[in-house]
């Protein structure tokens, strides 16, 4: 059979389309010579990731979305009737960096990237709205990727402070409805004694024990599980002597309360008086342990949120004195829940570091990126081998300077002059954006600072240098 001829698009047609319309006719007329057309159905694949990308194409009808495959962030970009895609002039594109498929029945005009010398020559109007599409497209991709990278990293912070509120709030709520509980069998025992005239001697004795159970919810100390098994026993072999319910003897012992501080008291009042006198020294001890326990969990939670309002600046102009340790200690503590897993941190600071005028959310997206990086490298290490994250400052002349080293395998040799590049990583699919230390660089670059990276099998070292004035 003789080949099929491919299906031509007209100069009158593409004269139809926006991009098209303020062209010459001739020279329209030229690039429609050069195109054939193409039909793609309803979910067809119009371009692979990694495919080579040798044509400009215009889509004629249709509409196609574009999508970084294995990457469940990744933005999808939408192309409808007049759009361009594929190479453009002066473009740097050789392969597709994401999935070309058709939403619904798509035709799409394409001609070889070879003409597009010849196309600058002929229609230099198209040309530059061409270039122009060309930037606009690079800026929208690149910041829809560093939003993905930042929503990255926000969500392994975010997790990890969920995990870390999760535990005081969660020891908030059991303690609150246990001081419930104990508050209202207090009030039982407190009303069966109500009437009761108890000697002065004996509300003098009980008020004691009281304040002796307060000093001790106040500062428990430490007591040797066997200790405390063998000091109930006893207790509860006297209670139970002097009629008392030996199961009383826990909760005594917790309070620090001995039999002999109980002999004076049990021979002013009878068993019974005895009973209810010290099933309310126990929950008042309890209820003194549990509102400490709701104030250390209040305060964790607190300070958890502290350090959130300190990582993100809120309330704070954007540009401001930044303490850049301090700024490195806040981030370290977003990392709390990853660091508490066999990580060793080294904090080797200056101390005398001198404050510096620059966007402090945009430093701690620094610290945040470069110490992510570090975590994940050392995640390859054999568990038997520690994993030290190093964090240093110190002073230069001109500049503060900050070294964050880890311990992880290293950069290989041949991927370190990359590194810096937008959307290379190391990582496997869908585990970065490759955009990390790009925007790491871009930041830095904006404080008019530096960043340089040397890396060896079982050391690996950023250095971040910022200028003291800028």
Same mark, same amino acid.
């Given at each position: 059979?003789?080949? %099929? ?22 020279? *329209? ?32 009808e249709?509409?196609?979305?574009? #999508?970084r495959?294995? $990457? ?8 409808v ?10 473009? =740097? ?28 020559? #002929? ?13 606009? #497209? ?15 990293a ?51 004795i ?9 000093e @001790?919810a ?25 009629? *008392? ?5 826990s909760?005594?012992?917790?309070? /620090?309360? &001995? ?10 009042? %009878?068993?019974?008086?005895?009973? +209810?006198?010290?099933?309310? +020294? ?6 003194? @342990? ?12 607190? $300070? ?25 200690? *806040? ?18 600071f200056?101390q005398?570091?001198? /404050? ?11 610290? &945040? ?6 975590? $994940?490298?050392?995640?390859?290490l ?11 400052? @110190? ?6 300077l ?6 992880g ?8 002059? =990359? ?10 699919m ?6 990390? +230390? $790009?925007?790491?660089?871009r930041?830095? #670059? ?5 960043? =340089? *990276? ?17």
């Amino acid at each position: 059979m003789p080949p %099929s001829i491919p299906e031509r698009v007209t100069g009158e047609e593409l004269l139809q389309l926006p991009l098209f319309a303020d062209e010459i006719p001739e020279a *329209v007329e030229w690039i429609a010579g050069q195109m054939e057309v193409r039909h793609y159905e309803t979910g067809e694949v119009v371009v692979r990731e990694g495919d080579p990308v040798t044509e400009f194409q215009v889509i004629l009808e249709g509409e196609i979305h574009f #999508r970084r495959d294995g $990457d469940p962030h990744a933005n999808v970009f939408v192309g409808v009737t007049g759009d361009a895609i594929g190479v453009l002039p002066f473009s =740097r594109l050789k392969t597709s960096r994401g999935r070309i498929w058709a939403i619904r029945p798509t035709r799409i005009a394409a001609m070889a990237a070879s003409y597009l010398r010849e196309l600058v020559y #002929r229609a230099p109007t198209l040309a530059q709205k061409l270039v122009a599409e060309m930037t606009d #497209r690079t800026r929208e991709i690149t910041r829809a990727e560093e939003s993905a990278n930042r929503l990255l990293a926000l969500g392994k912070l975010a997790a990890g402070l969920a995990h870390e509120l999760n535990n005081p709030a969660s020891a908030a709520v059991r303690s609150s409805a246990r001081l419930r509980a104990v508050l209202t069998e207090r009030y039982k025992h407190v009303m069966a004694l109500r009437g009761e005239v108890l000697p002065e001697r004996a509300r003098e004795i009980m008020s004691d024990l009281t304040q002796a159970a307060t000093e @001790c919810a106040t500062t428990p100390g430490e007591m040797d599980a066997l200790e405390r098994a063998d000091l109930e026993s006893e207790l509860a072999d006297w209670l139970e002597g002097e009629g *008392v319910p030996g199961e009383l003897a826990s909760g005594l012992v917790e309070a /620090r309360v &001995t039999a002999g501080q109980l002999r004076p008291l049990a021979s002013l009042v %009878s068993s019974g008086i005895l009973t +209810l006198g010290l099933r309310i +020294l126990v929950a008042d001890h309890e209820i003194f @342990c549990l509102t400490r326990e709701l104030e250390e969990a209040s305060r964790r939670i607190s $300070d958890l949120v502290q350090a959130v309002k300190t990582y993100s600046y809120m309330d704070q102009s954007p540009v401001a004195e930044v303490d850049v340790e301090q700024g490195i200690d *806040v981030t370290l503590r977003m990392f709390q829940h990853q660091l508490k897993h066999g990580v060793q941190v080294s904090r080797q600071f200056a101390q005398n570091l001198p /404050r510096i005028r620059a966007n402090g959310s945009a430093l701690n997206q620094i610290w &945040t990126n470069l110490i992510d990086n570090a975590l $994940d490298a050392m995640e390859s290490l054999p568990p038997e081998q520690p994993r030290v994250l190093v964090v240093k400052t @110190c002073v230069e002349p001109e500049n503060v300077l900050i070294e964050i080293a880890d311990n992880g395998p290293g950069i290989p040799a041949e991927a370190q002059s =990359r590194i810096f590049e937008p959307f290379f990583t190391t990582k496997l699919m869908g585990e970065g954006t490759g955009l990390g +230390l $790009d925007i790491v660089q871009r930041i830095i #670059r904006s404080h008019k600072g530096s960043i =340089r *990276v040397e890396s060896n099998p079982g050391r690996t070292v950023f250095q971040v240098r910022l200028p003291l004035s800028t």
